[in-house]
T-cell receptor, first 113, second 118 residues
Framework: GQNIDQPTEMTATEGAIVQINCTYQTSGFNGLFWYQQHAGEAPTFLSYNVLDGLEEKGRFSSFLSRSKGYSYLLLKELQMKDSASYLCAADLPSGDSNYQLIWGAGTKLIIKP | ETGVTQTPRHLVMGMTNKKSLKCEQHLGHNAMYWYKQSAKKPLELMFVYNFKEQTENNSVPSRFSPECPNSSHLFLHLHTLQPEDSALYLC?????????????????FGNGTRLTVT
């Protein structure tokens, strides 16, 4: 079956670094998305990893290991506005379907002063 | 402004009511989606439209009826809903999902409609 897991909730301190993990078990795999969703708002795209390794975008970086079925989102120099839910989603080969994403349930990140 | 606009933002309806959710995208995309988001659960894909044609119906009960009159507008018609249908309903769009060359194009979501069925 298809499965993707991430922690339900994490807490971190303003100015610190936090790593949000995502593990997946899927039949086939194209890449992995990360989205950020503030309470009451739309999920917004953060990153998409296809190749193994770390991709950096300012304070946010995303890592992928295809052999281990593992990804993480690294947030540096945390700010209060980073308090949000972070969703990972595995992009799977379409087969008969045109678009297949398997979503994690999201990690709620709480930033404390 | 996300480029994808959903109305209404909040909706309370009884189980015998009929209502519709509306989604409009201003991004020139050709694929549109309805998702259901329940607390502490993964996003559930409900329907996908490519160039106004429905290409996915993810075993959604018939009390949910989608309509896509053109590539910019998407509706979700609701009737005789159940309390367990209470959730956040998200609309999204992407350039094109048929062409796998766009497989890494992200979804653009609206802010959602918070639906409560009483």
């Amino acid at each position: 079956g298809q499965n993707i897991d991430q922690p339900t909730e994490m807490t971190a301190t303003e100015g610190a670094i936090v790593q949000i993990n995502c593990t997946y078990q899927t039949s086939g795999f194209n890449g992995l998305f990360w989205y950020q969703q503030h309470a009451g708002e739309a999920p917004t795209f953060l990153s998409y990893n296809v190749l193994d390794g770390l991709e950096e975008k300012g304070r946010f970086s995303s890592f992928l290991s295809r052999s281990k079925g593992y990804s993480y989102l690294l947030l540096k120099e945390l700010q209060m506005k980073d308090s949000a839910s972070y969703l990972c989603a595995a992009d799977l080969p379409s087969g008969d379907s045109n678009y297949q994403l398997i979503w994690g349930a999201g990690t709620k990140l709480i930033i404390k002063p | 402004e996300t480029g994808v606009t959903q109305t209404p933002r909040h909706l309370v309806m009884g189980m015998t009511n009929k209502k519709s959710l509306k989604c409009e995208q201003h991004l020139g995309h050709n694929a549109m989606y309805w998702y259901k988001q329940s607390a502490k659960k993964p996003l559930e894909l409900m329907f996908v439209y490519n160039f106004k044609e429905q290409t996915e119906n993810n075993s959604v009960p018939s009390r949910f009826s989608p309509e896509c009159p053109n590539s910019s507008h998407l509706f979700l018609h609701l009737h005789t809903l159940q309390p367990e249908d209470s959730a956040l309903y998200l609309c999204a769009s992407s350039p094109l999902s048929l062409d796998r060359g766009y497989y890494n194009s992200p979804l653009h979501f609206g802010n959602g409609t918070r639906l409560t069925v009483t």
